[in-house]
């Protein structure tokens, strides 16, 4: 059983910083992929940051202020935010796509971890 443990939300003013972290522990073989999503208050889950290998994508809205990077040895994924703007505010999600063992890839989700920027 594989679970992701993610931890770093709280409440930041604007133009501060935070860093999330998403633990996965359990039966892991490879992590393919991380991913961070955030969903706002009446507002669809969208993709935010993304890492495979050395090979990183963003949403336009982060690009330049959020920087995903992972720990390969720890199987920990993190998302290193800076220049936070109000609009940042939404619960984040990380997901990683995980090699169970040779033929078998899941795919999984962490608890969720509430970001607020406000002043």
């Known amino acids: 059983q594989v679970q992701l443990v993610e931890s770093g939300g709280g409440l930041v003013q604007p133009g501060g910083s935070l860093t999330l972290s998403c633990a996965a522990s359990g039966s892991i073989f490879s992590i393919v992929a991380m991913y961070w999503y955030r969903e706002a208050p009446g507002k669809q889950r969208e993709l935010v940051a993304a890492?495979?290998?050395?090979?990183?994508n963003y949403a336009d809205s982060v690009k330049g202020r959020f920087t995903i990077s992972r720990d390969n040895d720890q199987n920990i994924g993190y998302l290193q935010m800076n220049s936070l703007k109000p609009e940042d505010t939404a619960v984040y999600y990380c997901?990683?796509?995980?090699?169970?063992?040779?033929?078998?890839?899941?795919?999984?989700w962490g608890q969720g971890t509430q970001v607020t920027v406000s002043s």
């Open positions: 997901n990683f796509d995980i090699w169970l063992r040779l033929g078998e890839r899941r795919s999984y």
């Open positions: 890492i495979s290998g050395s090979s990183t």
